[in-house]
């Protein structure tokens, strides 16, 4: 971390890389606020889950009603018929307070980030897949990469593959809103105003088992993002989405 | 975080930064003023998920104020319905339940201008409304069923409330099971004292002779036994002013998620 104290003033070369950063400010608060309220979400999500650990399709769903799948856990409800004999506490007070809490906060960073996204042309000049990307050759030579557990070469610290862009754009254009939409789908008052948004669904229960499964994809990507981020140098990652600064030549290790 | 203030710090980036910090101070003042005065505030809008809170009754307000939850067509109906644990019965209600309910009340006070109290077949005598709603309980589970009852509306107007009226309190035979809901609520077409289910009299399973029907809510605020309503204009005097027994348990008051 030392080393970025001792930039040479003089090697243009560098200093013309080390004067932008590799993450924008905005982009850097608007991730650490996500990864945050994910968080929340998550262990939130989870509390609530465990009150009724039974997944349904349709509009209604309940202990009479069969389910499309269980979770293979006990449950924070003494009538919920789980083959366990105990009963976790409930902790779905908090859970509901956050879990909701956490949801206003992550969609109001994201519209700010993609507000922002638009308007500094982000997402189309570092996330949109260059036309060269996509051709069939590029793409399975990024995935051979991927699946070698290739380390990157330098150059790519400051732009992303064409696996990574595809993968951002998915989470932030078809996971997200997906997640966003089929959440408010569960809730009673928000349907009675726009009551096309659960029935397109297939109902209320399909929204919840929907809403589920999109944040294990969700999840997915979290453990996949973690663990790229250790292949390609953690420390090196991690300060450029704190503090901006890539990591230069001379910092190899 | 060094390159958010660079050095080359200009005068008037830092004159439009000022303004934006004072615009964006007042806004916020502004809007709490303006969530104030148009009753956007719930009651537990105190403690570290306030703000959460605060947003999603004032959204949910302003987008849903005479909104009607879906209605169901009647092949859509749960069979059977599924009835939550409740407590066992207090004495007070096996007596009245070995009465055939004949002697139930529901009494009405408060900021009324005529605090009255009803029996079973005076809320009957109004003219019966159904629904056919779900209800959906905060665990993830629900069910539809067909309700029938009449209109909280037609029996506050009866009692004729006063303007000033902000909530309507109410109260479950139950001892320490009470919830509150904003007059919006309150006079929603599809608020039911719900006496009847699917055909038949309301089940005691669920929440029979009466319940308090609010389909817009989740299961919680649908308060079972019920016996008594009163309509003020501040929650403080109840309890510990959150309003409800689920709020000082730690659930949120407005359930509309």
């Known amino acids: 971390m030392g080393n970025s104290a001792c930039i040479p003033v003089s090697a243009s070369a560098v200093s013309a890389t080390t004067a932008t950063s590799r993450h924008s400010a905005l982009v850097r608060i608007t991730h650490w ?23 349904y399709w349709g509009e209604t769903g309940n202990d009479l009603t069969r389910p499309l799948f269980k979770l293979p856990m006990p449950a924070s409800r003494k009538l919920v018929p789980t083959g366990y004999t105990y009963v976790l506490p409930d902790q779905n007070g908090w859970s509901r307070y956050l879990h909701f809490q956490a949801a206003w906060v992550v969609v109001i960073t994201g519209l700010l980030y993609l507000i922002s ?28 990469k991927h699946l070698r557990f290739e380390r990157p070469r330098e ?86 989405m704190i503090t901006g600064r890539a990591a230069t030549h001379l910092e190899r290790t | 975080m060094s390159d958010l203030l660079p050095s080359k710090l200009s005068r008037r980036k830092l004159i439009t930064t000022g303004i934006a910090a004072a615009a964006g101070v007042s806004g916020l003042g502004a809007a709490a003023y303006i969530a104030q005065r148009y009753g956007l505030v719930p009651p537990d809008d105190g403690g570290i998920y306030g703000l959460g809170e605060t947003l999603t009754y004032a959204a949910q307000r302003l987008l849903t104020k005479h909104s009607f939850a879906r209605e ?45 109290s009803f029996s079973l077949d005076q809320l009957k005598s109004f003219p019966p409304h159904t629904q056919i709603t779900m209800l959906q309980c905060e665990e993830g589970w629900s069910y539809i069923a067909e309700w029938v009852g009449v209109p909280l509306s037609q029996v506050l107007d009866v009692a004729g409330v006063l303007p000033q009226a902000r909530y309507v309190v109410y109260f479950s035979i139950e001892p320490d099971t009470w919830e509150s809901i904003d007059m919006a609520d ?54 510990k002013g959150l309003g409800g027994a689920s709020p000082e348990a730690g659930y949120a008051w407005y359930a509309g998620i």
């Open chain 2, 72 to 116: 169901f067509s009647r092949s859509q109906i749960s069979k059977p319905p599924f009835a939550n644990e409740i407590e066992p019965p207090s004495d007070e209600f096996k007596r009245l339940q070995a009465g055939g309910f004949t002697e139930w009340r529901l009494s009405v006070n408060g900021m009324v201008a005529r605090p009255a």
């Open chain 1, 33 to 55: 606020i996500t990864t945050l309220c994910f968080f929340a979400l998550l262990v939130s999500g989870v509390e609530i889950v465990i009150s009724h650990p039974r997944f």
């Open chain 1, 117 to 144: 996204g638009l308007s500094t042309r982000h997402f189309r000049k570092n996330l949109l897949p260059r036309g060269a990307d996509l051709s069939w050759r590029e793409f399975s030579s990024a995935m051979a």
């Open chain 2, 186 to 239: 309150a006079l929603h077409p599809q608020t039911f004292l719900t006496y009847g289910m699917n055909g038949d009299n309301l089940p005691v399973g669920h929440g029979g002779p009466l319940r308090l029907r609010l389909p817009r809510q989740v299961g919680y605020k649908n308060v079972k036994f019920l016996t008594h309503l009163t309509v003020t204009d501040s929650l403080k005097g109840f309890g």
């Open chain 1, 155 to 240: 150059a790519e610290a400051w732009s992303y593959n064409v696996l990574q862009r595809i993968a951002y754009l998915f989470v932030i254009f078809i996971l997200f809103p997906l997640v966003i939409w089929t959440g408010l789908a569960m809730s009673p008052a928000f349907v009675s105003a726009f009551p096309a948004t659960v029935d397109v669904l297939g109902g209320q229960q399909s929204a919840r088992t929907l809403h589920f499964f999109l944040s294990l994809a969700l999840l997915l990507f979290l453990l996949v993002h973690v663990v790229m981020v250790c292949l390609a140098g953690f420390k090196s990652r991690m300060r450029a």
